[in-house]
């Protein structure tokens, strides 16, 4: 399926009114796609750079934000995490211009003076709840994890997170030494003609996913 404007059409999107442009909107979220498919053009540093400098200022728990990533660029480093890749996907570790490890860091208690200063004592009393730290954690991270898919597409990006992963395999490879723990990867690049073969899968509408009280 193509993702030109006809088709769009085609899809019978409402139209709501929204503070963006339909040209945005439609980046982000009507057009977008999970890509499986890249070309050779490389993502650099300073791209990467710029979508976490956007995404770091949603909103996340305490402003714990305790996302952490690991940029896998070399072919050995990939090499290296596509051991711990479901078979499925491991191709397209391979193939891919970058991989992004997303982690969570559940020391981030250690960072609330800056982060939050009016609530440094909480930090200070999370220090010996691992379990409790590692939950706030792995939640916020996922939280920031739909921040970062959106940021990257903001950026002209295409993304193509993934599970299917062995965390304990990918954190005692690449994180032994600081403590992250690993929960999904993202295949970042440039999309290849469409970038997947599957047609666009239907959502459902917000009468179907909403109550009112």
């Known amino acids: 399926m193509t993702t030109d404007t006809t088709v769009l059409d085609g899809l019978d999107f409402p139209t709501p009114s929204l503070a963006v442009a339909d040209d945005v909107a439609d980046l982000l979220f009507r057009s977008a796609r999970t ?28 402003n714990t934000t305790p996302l952490r990533l690991l940029v896998v660029r070399t072919p050995e480093a990939r090499e290296r995490l596509s051991k711990h890749v479901n078979e499925g996907n491991r191709d397209r570790v391979l193939a891919a ?20 200063p009016h609530m440094a004592a909480l930090g200070e009393a999370l220090d010996p709840q691992v ?14 994890f739909g921040y970062l898919i959106v940021g990257l597409r903001a950026a002209g990006l295409d993304a193509g997170p993934m ?51």
Do not use: C
């Open 163 to 213: 599970a299917g992963l062995d965390t304990a395999g990918v954190d005692a490879e690449f994180f032994a030494e600081n403590g992250w723990q690993s929960q999904l990867i993202i295949n970042v690049g440039h999309r290849e003609g469409e970038g997947t073969h599957y047609p666009r899968g239907a959502r459902h509408t917000y009468d179907e996913v909403s109550l009112t009280v």
């Open 35 to 62: 890509v499986g498919a890249f070309t050779d053009e490389p993502v650099t540093d300073e791209e990467l750079a710029g979508v976490y400098d956007l995404i770091k200022w949603g909103p996340t728990a305490i």
């Open 97 to 116: 211009p970058v991989t992004l490890i997303v982690a969570s860091d559940p020391g981030f208690h250690r960072h609330m003076p800056t982060l939050a």
């Open 131 to 144: 379990e409790q730290r590692e939950q706030m954690a792995r939640m916020n991270t996922l939280i920031q």
